[in-house]
């Protein structure tokens, strides 16, 4: 069979563009981590491995083909678009709920007025549970130096998963949300009230959720990441085109 000079891989050739692809597919290309768990996991439950059955060496290829390989650009795009929908998320919530708290519940009041979970409104001209109060400039500057370190920061890691992802997602939105009320209003709307706990908003909840994460992600155990995700990356981010065949090739009549 005569063979083409200069063709890439066939499983490259044939792949779909990036706009072919549907979300599951965009977040398995950026996340490939937990895909590579599943054979780590049939290992550990005694399953047969790649080596150990011989029909599943045919199944590397099959996923490879089915599987769109992108460029490193198209995958991290992916990746920020999903933080920056989770930024926008928890931003317009919280500002709708704050927006609802000043138009519908006058200052100081609550409801219910009595109990352990009340809505009540009030503000504070500090950072999160009414910390360092009347620091309404300061806190504003560290509020953008702050985002532009958590940008700075997801940027920089090589394999950052989706937890770290989620993390930084909601701390921006955080962080947006509470900043728009200090340059807006001079202060802080909350409204969060569990019993003798400050009164916080949305804002604070996703900060502390997204640095909860961040803690896990950066001091969770290294038997938590699977050294196979790491192989997956650099693999997924490898853009050159497999070398072609050429007739001084010593391997090449058993590939015709």
Partial sequence: ??????????????????????????LLI???????QIPLQQEQDGL???????????????????TPVLP????????????????VA??????????????NLPLGESIPEQGLFRITHTFN?????????NQTAILTVASVVGIGILILFLRKQPIPGIWLHTSLGLQLGGAAGNLVDRLTLGRVTDFIH??????????????????????WFLFRSPKDTPAAAQETQQVLSQD?????LSDNDPGGEERR
């Fill in 72 to 87: 490193a650009r198209v995958r991290s795009w992916s990746a920020e678009l999903y933080v920056a929908t989770l930024l």
């Fill in 48 to 66: 047969p491995g790649p080596q150990e059955n011989a029909t599943a060496t045919t199944e590397p290829a099959t996923v490879a083909q089915s």
């Fill in 240 to 244: 050159e085109p497999a070398p072609a």
């Fill in 125 to 133: 001209t500090g950072s999160a549970f009414g910390l360092f109060p």
């Fill in 30 to 36: 950026c996340y490939p981590e937990y895909v590579m």
């Fill in 194 to 215: 569990i019993g003798v706990w400050p009164v916080f908003n949305l804002a604070d909840s996703s900060i502390v959720i997204g640095l909860a994460i961040l803690a």
């Fill in 1 to 26: 069979m005569a063979r083409s000079r200069g063709a890439g891989s066939p499983a490259r050739s044939a792949l779909p563009g990036a706009n072919a692809l549907s979300w599951n597919q965009r």
């Fill in 90 to 103: 928890t931003f317009a919530l919280d500002q709708l709920t704050k927006t609802w708290v000043r138009s």
